[in-house]
């Protein structure tokens, strides 16, 4: 079953009414021309937000304890005292550990987008489904 | 938009209470509490006109309360006029110099405190005015009241606190206080916020969740923004090395110790850990407690940003602050109650 | 609903009926990809000078490379000159667009839908310009890679004590960054062009970059998750990278350099020229591109109001640093009140007092509401305080190892033709960048919009 809509507000109703009749967001697809968090929060009354800062939290944390632990191995496997400095300046490793808490964090946050959204998605890159800017939603027939 | 009579009594009483106790004993208490007010008093307002100026909505439900701390500008004022008075000036070191500097010396040092202070009270009572009128003029007085903010703390930062240790300068520290005494505004919507959740929501109700959320975010943003300046600040001094710059922290970590760490603890690891939960955030008592123990960072900051070069008297520093709360809080609540029965919210009692 | 949408469809729709939203967001994709699909004689002409710019930049840096760095005007004890500055200048020029895109983004301000694409594609560029003078600036420009910390048998590693290898990563963290940040916000759009575009080679490359993007709600779900993060992440990373830059002046113990206030002020210069930067741009594609309906004047008047505010951040600055090198005197510390002597009369007070006229007096006009609306003025304005903040940073590097602490080691400073050759070069290899970027990609966030007009 396909229902496509050029309304906002009747595709709101609509999802409403299947949502409500018990449907699960899981079985069915729906398509947006664009992200709405109105929508966004009816859908999410019925299935678990995005998982995706599990992604980021798990990357920066990473990010942080190899910047602290990689510059402190560095400095201990070839002592060398530079600017009078001791071999394990925190103040110093601190700038390397923030840098690679955000680029990791960042770095797996987007691969939790392509993991949790399953993208790339080569079948559609080059014959997608044309909807323009239509709402639309697809009930998967269970046979 | 002048102080009420109660305000101006419990000014009077609070003043000649603090002064009678400075006649006790010497020492750097009064200082000690001023240093603390100035911040309370001038960061909520400057929080509400940085928001105001932004456009922000979710200042709205606490916009009221925040602008009540105007008068202890005037009470910073007055506690200021004593402590020169009491020739408490002499704890700074420049006043025994032989020659007087051009900058340092008593009369000008005395007068341009006393004009600031003056000038941003005034400023706050004129864009107080303006904003709860809603008048056109708004923004351009909230502005003028962050000018007179910014030079009040950076005069504050300068010439309270930096020139207790001349020639050591750091050219952030007039930004670290402003930025800390927004911080400490910040703390004191959420310690409101413990105070009166319930009153907040049945007032505005359907709106104050999300103001809520996203002053405590920005709560949060302060708490990442104080860390950030203080490892601005301690990285070039530690890094420099330079005997007269460095010992800015090693005087200190002479007479107080580890106990040092309690200050980038206190105000931003603990608070970061606990606002980057959206649950803690939405929760009206955590916040609160937040906000205390930001309070609490900030005044054991000044306890060790004076405590090396003046004696601090723990138990009449304690009763002078005491009775400086005393007066913040009855300003605040005076006047928090005075709002509510001329809206119509709650009938006098 | 916002005041920009009402008259996109003329008069004939006056109120907004059921196909409101929808033809809004049709008539948005055409005139989006309208600007993007069919390049003018005068974006060819554009593109040949960016590129001859290039070409006297490259040819300066062979000259460099061949004869060695005594080509250029850098020499002890002025050993930062041009090149540092003009990295710092372009470091700087990026930090807007991920201010714009994503501190903006968190304060939920919505004209930065209007100016996000544009200065995000500013941030990436310009950090790929600022990129290359620290390795111009290098005398063995084919050791680069020894910045890196890579496994070696001699198991020496690079010094992680030194600003210069912060800067390293801060700096490649930030282009990271910015990219994914940038391309994340591109993806539904390319998924646009994929359907808009006619030709088969477009469609079959729009739809690769595209990642197969189809709009489903759980795309949709995680990507507002992802986006929410990355600017939560990018946001502490703009205040971090302008910062290690400072501090690779401010860990020296030189004076002019070493002082506390260098991280905030560096980052607020760099939001103020970026500013001015996204401004000068954006002034001239809004015509062009005939975008008037999508960009309003009082988004421009709030960019303009961001430049008046980092540019008081910067006054106060200039002023703090100049009040306490007085306030300490010759009898605190020498070397810093001469130092701000120097630069307030010595053999640079031209260019100090050009840095003041351009950041600090040429901004107070955007006081006047009417200037701050008039968008020539707002055009002309923005060139001033670029050159304002180069200067700047020509000051803070220049003048401070000029003078340092031993009188007998003093010296002056003259760039050289190689270095405003290679100069040049940066903004040939900078616009390059811009123009390619101006056809190819939606110059304005469709998705973005679209999501304004429900």
């Known amino acids: 079953m396909e229902f496509r809509f050029t309304n906002r507000e009747q595709f709101m109703e609509k999802l409403e009414n299947i949502l409500e009749s018990g449907m699960s967001p899981d079985n069915m697809k729906i398509v947006m021309p664009n992200p709405d968090h109105e929508i966004e929060h009816l859908v999410e009354h019925y299935k678990s937000p995005s998982k995706l800062k599990y992604f980021t939290l798990v990357g920066g944390l990473t990010g942080c304890l190899t910047g602290y632990a990689f510059t402190a191995w560095t400095a201990i496997d070839w002592q060398l005292v530079t600017g009078g400095k001791p071999f394990f300046s925190w103040p110093a490793y601190t700038v390397i550990a923030f840098e690679l808490t955000i680029l990791f964090g960042a770095l797996a946050s987007f691969a939790g987008l392509l993991i949790l959204g399953k993208l790339p998605r080569f079948s559609k890159m080059l014959n997608p489904e044309n909807y323009a800017n239509e709402y639309v939603i697809i009930i998967e027939d269970e046979d | ?349 | 609903m916002s005041s920009h949408s009402t008259n996109v469809l003329g008069s004939n729709v006056p109120e907004r009926d059921e196909l409101y939203a929808y033809n809004y967001k049709a008539k948005l994709e055409e005139d989006v990809f309208a600007a993007v699909s069919k390049p003018t004689p005068l974006f060819y002409i554009a593109l040949l000078t960016a590129l001859g710019c290039v070409g006297i930049g490259a040819t300066s840096w062979a000259i460099q490379i061949i004869n060695g760095l005594g080509k250029a005007g850098i020499m002890n004890p002025v050993g930062w000159g041009v090149y540092i500055t003009d990295f710092v200048f372009w470091v700087g020029i990026a930090h807007s667009g991920t201010l714009i895109s994503a501190i903006l983004f968190l304060f939920r301000a919505k004209f930065r839908n209007r100016f996000n694409r544009t200065a995000e594609a500013m941030t990436v560029f310009a950090v790929l310009t600022a990129g290359l003078f620290p390795l111009i600036h290098l005398g063995r420009v084919w050791f680069f890679y020894w910045l890196f910390p890579y496994p070696n048998q001699r198991h020496l590693w690079v010094n992680f004590k030194s600003p210069l290898v912060w800067d390293v990563f801060a700096v490649s963290t930030y282009l990271t960054v910015s990219v994914v940040f940038w391309y994340i916000g591109l993806v539904p759009d390319l998924a646009i062009a994929r359907r808009i575009k006619e030709s088969k080679i477009a469609k079959t490359l729009y739809g690769i970059f595209s990642l197969g993007w189809t709009g489903t709600f759980k795309e949709w779900q995680h990507y507002n998750q992802l986006y929410k993060f990355l600017a939560a992440l990018a946001t502490p990373l703009v205040l971090s990278v302008h910062s290690v830059v400072s501090w690779d002046f401010a860990m020296g113990v030189v004076y002019g350099w070493h002082t506390t206030i260098f991280a905030p002020y560096f980052v607020a210069g760099a939001i103020f020229s970026g500013c001015a930067m996204v401004i000068t741009l954006m002034v001239p594609m809004r015509k062009m591109f005939r975008l008037e309906r999508y960009i309003a004047i009082d988004d421009f008047e709030k960019l303009a109001k961001l430049l008046m505010l980092t540019g008081l951040i910067v006054s106060y600055a200039y002023i703090v640093e100049l009040a306490l090198a007085l306030y300490v005197g010759k009898e605190g510390n020498v070397f810093e009140y001469e130092q701000f002597m120097y630069r307030l009369t010595g053999d640079y007070a031209w260019a100090y007092w050009t840095m003041i006229l351009c950041n600090v007096i040429s901004p107070l006009t955007l006081f006047v509401r009417k200037l701050r609306r008039n968008l020539i003025y707002l055009f002309v304005l923005s060139i001033p305080i670029n050159i304002g903040m180069w200067f700047e940073r020509f000051n803070i590097i220049v003048i401070s190892l000029a003078r340092d602490f031993d009188p007998y080691a003093f010296g002056y400073y003259t760039p050289t033709w190689i270095e405003w050759g290679i100069t040049l070069g940066s903004f040939g290899w900078f616009f390059t960048f811009f123009l390619l970027f101006s056809k190819t990609i939606p110059v304005l966030p469709v998705t973005e919009l679209k999501e304004e007009v429900d």
């Open chain 2, 1 to 349: 938009m002048f102080p009420s009579m109660k305000v101006i009594i419990a000014f009077i009483v609070g003043a000649v209470v603090i002064a009678g106790l400075e006649f006790v004993v010497e020492g750097g208490s009064l200082l000690y509490s001023m240093l603390f007010f100035v911040a309370v008093s001038q960061g909520p307002i400057a929080v509400a006109a940085a928001a105001d100026i932004a456009g922000g909505q979710w200042i709205r439900p606490y916009k009221q309360t925040l602008f009540t701390t105007r008068h202890m500008i005037l009470f910073v004022l007055i506690l200021f006029a004593v402590f020169l008075g009491l020739g408490r000036v002499h704890l700074y070191e420049w006043t025994h110099w032989e020659h007087p500097g051009q900058w340092l010396n008593v009369p000008f040092f005395s007068l341009r405190n006393l004009v600031m202070l003056g000038i941003s009270w005034v400023l706050a009572n004129v864009y107080v005015k303006a904003s709860l009128t809603e008048s056109k003029t708004k923004n351009m007085w909230a502005l003028f009241w962050l000018f007179s903010y910014v030079i009040t703390q950076t005069l504050v930062a300068f010439d309270w606190v930096m020139s207790l240790e001349y020639p050591w300068i750091s050219t952030l520290f007039g930004a670290y206080f402003f930025v800390e005494a927004f911080y400490c505004g910040l703390a004191f919507a959420a310690i409101y916020t413990g105070f009166r959740y319930q009153h907040l929501l049945e007032t505005h109700s359907g709106t104050f969740k999300k103001a809520m959320m996203d002053m405590m975010t920005m709560f949060f943003g302060f708490s990442i923004f104080w860390g950030y300046q203080f490892f601005s600040q301690y990285i070039v001094i530690w890094y420099g090395n330079i005997p007269e710059e460095v010992s800015f922290f090693t005087r200190r970590l002479d007479v107080f110790g580890s106990l040092l760490y309690l200050i980038p603890l206190i105000l931003f690891v603990i608070p970061f850990w606990i606002l980057i939960s959206r649950k803690m955030k939405a929760n009206p008592k955590v916040v609160m407690a937040v906000g205390f123990l930001v309070w609490g960072g900030v005044l054991l900051e000044r306890v060790f940003m004076l405590g090396i070069h003046m004696a601090l008297p723990p138990v009449i520093s304690a009763v002078e602050f005491i009775v400086a709360s005393a007066v913040f809080f009855w300003v605040v609540k005076s006047q928090d109650d005075d709002a509510l029965v001329a809206s119509g919210e709650a009938t006098p009692t």
